[in-house]
C-alpha cells in the first residue's frame, strides 16, 4: 500500500505550506478523482455490511475488506 502511496503522492508537484491551500488541495483532488478515491473522502462510497452469512455461518465480506484498504489509502 505504501507503494501505491507513493506513486499517487508523486502526482502532487505542490507540497502544502501555509501559503498555497487553495492550489494544493485543487491538485490533490484532481489525483484522487483520477484514482478513483475522491468518494471514500465526500462520503459517496459507503462502507458495505462487515460481515454477511455464508452457509449458514458469519464471516468477513470481502468486499468489506476491499472497501477499508481503499478507504485508509485515501485517507492516508
Keep these: 500500500m505504501a507503494t501505491q502511496w507513493n506513486a499517487i503522492a508523486a502526482l502532487v508537484s505542490v507540497k502544502l505550506n501555509r501559503d498555497n491551500y487553495l492550489l494544493w ?39 468489506f475488506t476491499v472497501w477499508k484498504r481503499s478507504d485508509r489509502l485515501a485517507l492516508s
Design 25 to 63: 488541495s485543487s491538485q490533490l483532488e484532481s489525483v484522487m478523482e483520477s484514482q478513483e478515491l475522491i468518494q471514500f473522502i465526500d462520503g459517496t462510497f459507503p462502507a458495505p455490511s462487515e460481515t454477511i452469512v455464508k452457509d449458514g455461518k458469519s464471516e468477513v465480506n470481502p468486499e
